[in-house]
């Protein structure tokens, strides 16, 4: 039985924003990230695909199954775009694989566990552990590879925020502008009156609720996809089967 924690907790993915060159010598292929064996699923498999194994804008949350092959296949539905370094050479980190993972610590019912055992039950789908400069621990779980573009759900308030402040330093954005000056998409959301502050502070006082066909937020995704009400709610007879 899972909890509703547990299917939420597949988010948790560990992503650090560099390119990475695998180029080694022989003699390093240790250092390698670590694939761990994927588990097998009946998601999106047969030809057709059965219904129940059907993965849909209006159903990728309603299953722990579901949820985990749309984290690794998001282009598949809905469209995204590709964003590059630009001409700037990627920055080749050093490895020196350490057994991370296989380090033991004291869980707080007095039982002992490895940092391995707690990747696993968070269902994480990769870790990179980096100690001064150096990566010490690259792991992949749940058919996640290297490469692979995974969804970045709240990561991506790190990145956009990272841009705002350098578009901010250079003069470019103004903070306390309202957001629709900016991203003119907004101008017929509750977003609209925010300023970018408000935003980037979790300020905007936006209805945030999770139901499919109230408040503001509902509201805000229905306009950037109609066919594809957002509900984060799992229905009573899916929830009660975790």
């Given at each position: 039985?899972k909890?509703?924690?547990?299917?939420l907790?597949a988010?948790?993915?560990?992503?650090?924003v560099?390119a990475?060159?695998m180029?080694?010598?022989?003699?390093t292929?240790?250092?390698d990230?670590?694939?761990?064996?994927?588990?097998?699923s009946d998601v999106?498999?047969?030809s057709?695909?059965?219904?129940?194994?059907?993965?849909?804008r209006?159903?990728?949350?309603?299953?722990?199954?579901k949820?985990?092959?749309t984290l690794l296949?998001?282009?598949?539905?809905y469209?995204?775009q590709a964003?590059t370094?630009?001409?700037v050479p990627?920055?080749?980190?050093?490895?020196?694989?350490?057994?991370?993972?296989d380090?033991s610590?004291?869980?707080?019912?007095?039982s002992?566990?490895?940092?391995?055992?707690?990747?696993k039950e968070?269902?994480?789908?990769g870790?990179l552990v980096?100690?001064e400069g150096v990566?010490?621990?690259?792991?992949?779980f749940n058919?996640?590879q290297p490469?692979?573009p995974?969804?970045?759900?709240s990561?991506?308030?790190?990145?956009?925020?990272t841009?705002?402040?350098?578009?901010?330093?250079?003069g470019?954005?103004?903070?306390n502008?309202c957001?629709d000056?900016?991203v003119q998409?907004l101008?017929t959301?509750?977003?609209k009156?925010?300023?970018v502050?408000?935003v980037?502070?979790m300020?905007s006082?936006i209805?945030y609720?999770?139901?499919?066909?109230?408040?503001?937020?509902?509201k805000?995704?229905q306009?950037?996809?109609?066919?594809?009400?957002?509900s984060l709610?799992?229905?009573?007879?899916?929830?009660?089967?975790?």
């Amino acid at each position: 039985m899972k909890s509703d924690s547990s299917l939420l907790s597949a988010y948790c993915v560990v992503v650090v924003v560099v390119a990475l060159v695998m180029v080694k010598p022989p003699e390093t292929l240790a250092d390698d990230p670590v694939i761990h064996p994927a588990p097998t699923s009946d998601v999106m498999t047969g030809s057709p695909i059965p219904s129940e194994h059907l993965v849909t804008r209006e159903n990728w949350e309603t299953t722990p199954e579901k949820l985990r092959w749309t984290l690794l296949h998001w282009r598949e539905l809905y469209p995204t775009q590709a964003v590059t370094r630009g001409a700037v050479p990627a920055t080749v980190l050093r490895r020196s694989h350490q057994p991370v993972l296989d380090k033991s610590y004291q869980k707080l019912d007095g039982s002992n566990s490895t940092f391995l055992d707690v990747a696993k039950e968070m269902e994480v789908d990769g870790l990179l552990v980096l100690h001064e400069g150096v990566i010490i621990a690259e792991h992949y779980f749940n058919g996640m590879q290297p490469h692979a573009p995974h969804f970045l759900a709240s990561i991506n308030k790190s990145i956009i925020s990272t841009v705002i402040a350098t578009l901010n330093a250079e003069g470019n954005l103004d903070l306390n502008e309202c957001i629709d000056t900016y991203v003119q998409e907004l101008a017929t959301t509750p977003y609209k009156s925010a300023e970018v502050r408000q935003v980037l502070d979790m300020l905007s006082a936006i209805e945030y609720t999770y139901t499919p066909d109230s408040g503001s937020f509902a509201k805000h995704n229905q306009s950037v996809s109609p066919d594809a009400r957002y509900s984060l709610v799992f229905r009573s007879v899916v929830s009660n089967s975790y």
